[in-house]
């Protein structure tokens, strides 16, 4: 697949956008695509990674990041889905300790979806429903999702084909031998710093590495990595194996990662608000993170995963890739990793994202739960587990 190239950096703070038309989105009753570019870009430093930024300075990128860097944009469903009002609530009290934890964590919106009709809404941080906020690694689930569109599509075999068969670059890396099914489930074996605090990491460099002309800047990083142990045998949490998995989603369908989200994701949920998706500085959008969604479309993709997907993945896609295919055993009971999804204790599964952003999913409930927040850290186990407490309050005064 022919890659656009970027020239300038693509995380940096920078100003206005222009937006000029292309064909991705050529396809009947598939949302048009269109190249999203700042006119002013800083240079990419990983020190200045956004991963560093201030409060105030995260919480204005994290609504717009369109106008700070490079990306593809996707123009709502032809027919948005509904989210009709519920006739159910919840108790004043549940409702109270929802506010106060989202005052607390600064939360700028959170959703309630029982059997697809809003139960609770509610915003902060000055954001509102027609507003669109960043997923950071929530998109690891979008990018998941595409691979299941893939492999149904016919473009990838199965999951256990040689991630080398489709990226030929790869051979001789550590990613030799490694399957697309081992980088769903990030146990590919290869050694990754994802320090959230270290600007020397991994997760804070790999973006930032110099392109080499025809070769995408996922290769480029990838050929720097070392093996640590055998392929299927350890899980570490490793951001550019979801880029990969973009990658190679990307070289299997010939479609950038947003004009595949257009035709399998955003048409088929009926999202309201289209979809900003971020390029790295190859011009691939970066499958690990950063597209831009309102909340509502938020809930409407754990709806979509709930309702199994509307025939656009594998029959029982989400149940396999929503379920514990790795399991954190004695240290963390009842908690595991699919393909790309964090899974709790009851069955229950979600995207999340640092800063304070997911999606948790309760499929014996028909539930849904979306929050966008701007955590004074990228990671915190504070806010993490006081929102996995939200949902099971939620699920308890919903029960059937």
Same mark, same amino acid.
């Given at each position: 697949? /022919?890659?656009?190239?970027? %020239?300038?950096?693509?995380? +940096?703070?920078?100003?206005?956008?222009?937006?000029?038309?292309?064909?991705?989105?050529?396809? =009947?009753?598939?949302?048009?695509?269109?190249?999203?570019?700042?006119?002013?870009?800083?240079?990419?430093?990983?020190?200045?990674?956004?991963?560093?930024? %201030?409060?105030?300075?995260?919480?204005?990128?994290?609504?717009?990041?369109?106008?700070?860097?490079?990306?593809?944009?996707?123009?709502?469903?032809?027919?948005?889905?509904? *989210?009709?009002?519920?006739?159910?609530? *919840?108790?004043?009290? @549940?409702?109270?300790?929802?506010?106060?934890?989202?005052?607390?964590?600064?939360?700028?919106?959170?959703?309630?979806?029982?059997?697809?009709?809003?139960?609770?809404?509610?915003?902060?941080?000055?954001?509102?429903?027609?507003?669109?906020?960043?997923?950071?690694?929530?998109?690891?689930?979008?990018?998941?999702?595409?691979?299941?569109? =893939?492999? /149904?599509?016919?473009?990838?075999?199965?999951?256990?084909?040689?991630?080398?068969?489709?990226?030929?670059?790869?051979?001789?890396?550590?990613?030799?031998?490694?399957?697309?099914?081992?980088?769903?489930?990030?146990?590919?074996?290869? +050694?990754?710093?994802?320090?959230?605090?270290?600007?020397?990491?991994?997760? +804070?460099?790999?973006?930032?590495?110099?392109?080499?002309?025809?070769?995408?800047?996922?290769?480029?990083?990838?050929?720097?990595?070392?093996?640590?142990?055998?392929?299927?045998? /350890?899980?570490?949490?490793?951001?550019?194996?979801?880029?990969?998995?973009?990658?190679?989603?990307?070289?299997?369908?010939?479609?950038? *990662?947003?004009?595949?989200? +257009?035709?399998?994701?955003?048409?088929?949920?009926?999202?309201?608000?289209?979809?900003?998706?971020?390029?790295?500085?190859?011009?691939?959008?970066?499958?690990?993170?950063?597209?831009?969604?309102?909340? =509502?479309?938020?809930?409407?993709?754990?709806?979509?995963?709930?309702?199994?997907?509307?025939?656009?993945?594998?029959?029982?896609?989400?149940?396999?890739?929503?379920?514990? @295919?790795?399991?954190?055993?004695?240290?963390?009971?009842?908690?595991?990793?699919?393909?790309?999804?964090?899974?709790?204790?009851?069955?229950?599964?979600?995207?999340?994202?640092?800063?304070?952003?997911?999606?948790?999913?309760?499929?014996?409930?028909?539930?849904?739960?979306?929050?966008?927040?701007?955590?004074?850290?990228?990671?915190?186990?504070?806010?993490?587990?006081?929102?996995?407490? *939200?949902?099971?309050?939620?699920?308890?005064?919903?029960?059937?």
């Amino acid at each position: 697949m /022919k890659r656009l190239l970027i %020239s300038t950096a693509a995380l +940096a703070l920078a100003g206005c956008v222009s937006t000029d038309t292309d064909t991705l989105g050529s396809a =009947a009753q598939t949302p048009t695509v269109t190249q999203s570019t700042p006119e002013h870009m800083a240079s990419l430093d990983p020190s200045d990674s956004i991963l560093f930024w %201030s409060d105030d300075r995260r919480s204005e990128a994290f609504r717009d990041m369109q106008a700070h860097f490079p990306g593809l944009e996707v123009a709502p469903a032809s027919v948005p889905r509904p *989210l009709p009002r519920s006739t159910q609530t *919840l108790p004043d009290t @549940l409702q109270s300790s929802i506010r106060t934890y989202m005052t607390s964590s600064h939360a700028a919106g959170l959703m309630v979806l029982k059997d697809g009709k809003i139960v609770f809404e509610d915003y902060g941080l000055g954001f509102g429903p027609s507003g669109r906020w960043t997923s950071f690694s929530v998109a690891k689930s979008f990018t998941s999702t595409l691979l299941g569109a =893939a492999i /149904k599509d016919g473009f990838i075999e199965s999951i256990d084909t040689p991630v080398t068969q489709i990226i030929p670059a790869l051979a001789g890396t550590a990613y030799e031998g490694v399957t697309v099914g081992q980088i769903a489930t990030m146990t590919s074996g290869v +050694a990754w710093n994802e320090d959230y605090s270290d600007p020397d990491s991994d997760v +804070a460099k790999m973006l930032g590495i110099t392109p080499v002309a025809g070769e995408s800047q996922v290769v480029t990083y990838a050929r720097t990595l070392q093996r640590e142990a055998p392929a299927g045998e /350890k899980w570490v949490y490793k951001t550019l194996e979801t880029n990969l998995l973009g990658l190679i989603v990307e070289e299997a369908t010939g479609k950038s *990662l947003a004009a595949y989200a +257009a035709e399998k994701i955003v048409e088929p949920a009926g999202f309201e608000g289209g979809l900003f998706w971020m390029q790295d500085l190859t011009g691939g959008n970066i499958g690990g993170c950063c597209l831009s969604l309102r909340l =509502a479309d938020y809930a409407r993709m754990g709806q979509f995963a709930l309702e199994g997907g509307k025939g656009v993945v594998p029959e029982g896609w989400f149940v396999t890739a929503g379920s514990p @295919l790795v399991n954190f055993g004695p240290q963390a009971p009842g908690f595991g990793y699919g393909y790309q999804w964090w899974t709790y204790p009851g069955g229950n599964y979600g995207a999340q994202g640092i800063f304070g952003q997911a999606i948790t999913i309760v499929p014996k409930e028909k539930l849904v739960v979306a929050v966008v927040s701007n955590w004074e850290t990228a990671t915190s186990r504070t806010d993490r587990e006081g929102f996995r407490e *939200l949902v099971g309050k939620i699920t308890e005064a919903l029960e059937e």
